[in-house]
């Protein structure tokens, strides 16, 4: 352990060489608010959120790209760092289309910036991420009710042409996590920042929409916005995530083993995510995020089947159980089991594999299994 | 794979053969593009498509289909005749390397060139980067087994890893990725016709033995089985009357899908366990509705062997039920009792009788999974393989000569095929081609071909065309493709209409059976 010390909230805290600030906190359990930041990327400091107080130093400086260095003492929510975060906080609340409740206002003027903001985005409803948005936490955290709306209209309008992801610029903060997820975690280099100023828009080159573009829709931005700016086209506006239960389990797709929850309402999987764990540390592919759909399909089997005359009835469990251990155990008894032939699956689990091969061996007496490791 | 997913951003040089990575194994591909991105190592790609890793590639070497064993000796040949070999370790960890030496003699630079139609200076380049590399990493798919030399290919690169000495340590490794979510567990369990869980040969009259007594039964076969390729033809000569298929669609993953309907009709009685009415559930006598992955427990072991768990998230439609519930019950009704409680009791039984899992349990692997092997209750599992000695002891030198593929382009069927996966779609398709969104992106069945060929045979982007190999022929659109190198058309297999597999050869590999979906010759016409 290094012997380095620096001080954070009046606490004498040891640190490694090329910690940030940001990390050191975090290790001691010391919650520094953040937004643009994204484990695994290079820190930017864009959005500012992070921001700290260093005695003697002149200005609030950024946390999660500041290494952290001997003798340092930190202040992480002192009179200064709120009122530097509540404005921050103003400022995002104010750019866009972030018509939560926390705006707080009865004023006619809240009452018209949100008629056009539905009008906009083709709902109802509050923004869809309502409820699971950082900005909204922080508005939430910092209790700021911010009262300049921007009436215009939107700049750029809404992205829904492809099958998967709902690019909603108007509540982009342009913190640039996905630009990062895109461009350092995934590497598909499909997006990046573009135009100036007020103009500023997160594109594909030559801002054509995302089908036409390199995205291979791997979702990586979309777990990644702190907003509502990207959302899976299946769960916006039909999913609340209070309403759904998460499950960790191991993607059924490719070999990786990803680590994903699947999130379930009503006995129904309606969303994947990545889990924060190895092997793909929240990364998934367009399989394993958006290929859920197969699970609640009305063409699943639901019940045994035998076929007579050359259609198929339903039938019971018993009934077709029956029907085949007899058959198999007259096919065994009179021609042998090397008369027999198992095919298990890549599918299954481990233990109905072992299941399988064991009544393979010790049941239908032959060692005539495979599976489709070949094909 | 001997070493783990995050190892291979350790390497400095990174080797990727017959394997499309970024649709096949998207989450691993960016640990490849990390390394080359942001930590400055080097990217070697084989393959005879322009796939999208050759775009983060420092050389991209493009081989005639089925010519692998010949430009991996041309590598060694290089590396030898420029003393880049590893000799401590060639000395000290392998033995057989004299008659690999002289074998390679005749594999130079320019004898390559003419098999691969690699330009000898690019195989040069490529011998130097990859054994001068501190750690190299080899990352192979079934573009390289999937050959009448699959088998032949796999220890060529074993040979390339060992003669370089890119074995045992971080970074390095010979790095088979699984093509699907449990391929390797399905192995280690057993699902094989020559061993039992964790490679425990059947032959091994002592194993017998050792199982009778663990399951309670006697009289074990100690005569291997037959492979999935064997056994279709034993069922169309007659001998074969009975197949138990549980979650598998040969009627569309096979190769020469014609003889395949015609063998499982010859049978005289059909099982298919499955969770949708596949095209080979349709052949059945009995179709048995079983449970998908996320309405059960257990576990699954991924590529780099780290036994994973599985959770229940939702319950099963209708009477769906669980594949291990299904089977104990025909056991049990075949008068062997087989009652397990849940899956973590049949885990237990799978520790107590398979070494390399016998450390394991679902407690340990609640939040993280361990890599096997993992032998006792304190190991931590073992996430590098190799690292003091081979699993026989000292590695072994296959001196192996390259064999052309069993089927060559002639006047008559003047174009290569290959087959792969896209990325919007898995396998037969049974479980994405439930998902609109993906199909979106994946509609239908395509042939890839060169603009060159495109032009020769006077054919435009979407055109309907007829495609014929000696077995079959199917009907799909063109698409001109970057990706595609003259002479050499892919179709993808997923799908039913535009069937690859009808066209495929099923010239087996003689040691793992292994079809030769990767090579077969084709021709292509304006459809009617």
Known sequence: MSTQTLTINGRDLSFEPGETILAVARRHHIDIPTLCHLKGATPTGACRICVVEVSGAQNLITACNTPAAAGLVVQTESAAVVAARKQIIQLMLGSGNHNCAVRGSDHQEWTSFQVKVQGEDGSSQLCPVWGDCRLQDLAYRYQVSAERFDAGPARYAMETVNPFIVRDFSRCIQCGRCVQACNEVQVNNAIQFGYKGPEAKIITPGDRPLKDSDCVFCGECVQACPVGALVEKDVRYAVRPWETQKTRTTCSYCGVGCQLYLHVRDNKVVKVTGAEVAPNHGSLCVKGRFGYHFINSPERLTDPLIKENGTFRKASWDEALDLVAGKFKQIRDTHGGDSMGVLVSARMTNEENYVAQKFTRAVLKTNNIDHCARL | ?528
């Open chain 2, 1 to 528: 794979m001997t070493n783990t997913i995050a190892d291979i951003e350790q390497a400095d040089v990174i080797l990727v053969t017959g394997s499309n990575t970024t649709e096949n194994h998207p989450v691993l591909s960016t640990v490849i593009k990390r390394a080359v991105k942001f930590r400055g190592a080097k990217l070697i790609v084989v393959d005879p498509r322009r796939i999208k890793l050759t775009e983060f590639a420092h050389l991209w070497l493009r081989p005639n289909l089925g010519t692998d064993v010949a430009w991996i000796n041309g590598l060694m040949h290089v590396i030898l005749k420029e003393k880049l070999n590893k000799a401590d370790f060639i000395a000290n960890r392998t033995e057989g390397f004299d008659a690999l030496s002289k074998m390679l003699e005749k594999y130079t630079p320019d004898f390559v060139e003419g098999i691969t139609g690699i330009p000898a200076e690019n195989l040069e380049a490529a011998a130097k980067m990859f054994a001068g590399a501190k750690a190299g990493s080899i990352l192979y798919c079934m573009g390289i087994t999937q050959h009448i030399s699959g088998t032949d290919n796999v220890k060529s690169l074993a040979n390339l890893a060992m003669i370089t000495g890119h074995l045992g340590a971080p970074g390095t490794g010979v790095n088979p990725l699984r093509g699907q979510n449990n391929v390797q567990g399905a192995c280690d369990m057993g699902g094989l016709p020559n061993v039992y869980t964790a490679y425990q040969p059947v032959a091994d009259l002592a194993m017998a033995r050792k199982m009778e007594e663990a399951w309670g039964v006697t009289g074990l076969s100690t005569q291997p089985g037959l492979t999935v390729t064997k056994m279709l033809p034993k069922a169309h000569a007659g001998e074969l009357k009975a197949l138990y298929i549980i979650g598998e669609n040969p009627m569309l993953s096979d190769a020469d899908l014609n003889h395949v309907e015609k063998s499982l009709k010859h049978l005289d009685f059909l099982v298919v366990q499955d969770i949708f009415l596949t095209e080979t559930a349709q052949m059945a006598d009995v179709v048995l509705p079983s449970a998908c992955f996320a309405e059960k427990d257990g576990t699954f072991s991924n590529t780099e062997r780290r036994v994973q768990r599985v959770r229940q998230a939702v319950t099963a439609p209708g009477q769906a039920k669980e594949d291990w519930w299904i089977t104990a019950q025909i056991a049990s009704r075949m008068g062997y009792p087989m009652q397990y409680a849940d899956s973590r009791a049949i885990f237990e039984e799978i520790a107590r009788v398979t070494p390399s899992y016998a450390g394991i349990s679902y407690r340990r692997i609640e939040d993280e999974g361990l890599h096997w092997p993992c032998p006792t209750e304190e190991h931590p599992g073992t996430p590098i393989l190799h690292t003091q000695q081979f699993t026989r002891g000292k590695g072994l030198f296959h001196a192996i000569e390259w064999i052309p593929p069993a089927e060559q382009v002639d006047e008559e069927y003047p174009l290569y095929l290959t087959t792969g996966r896209l990325l919007y779609q898995y396998h037969t398709g049974t479980m994405t081609m439930k998902s609109e969104d993906l199909n979106e992106r994946a509609p239908e069945s395509f042939v890839e071909i060169s603009g060159k060929d495109a032009a020769k045979y006077n054919l435009q982007d979407g055109d309907q065309v007829t495609i014929a190999s000696r077995r079959g022929e199917i009907r799909v659109r063109v698409r001109i493709q970057d990706k595609a190198v003259e002479g050499t058309v892919f179709i993808p297999f997923h799908f039913a209409q535009g069937a690859a597999n009808q066209l495929t050869n099923g010239a087996l590999d003689p040691v793992s059976g292994i079809p030769e979906f990767k090579v077969c010759a084709v021709k292509i016409g304006k459809a009617a």
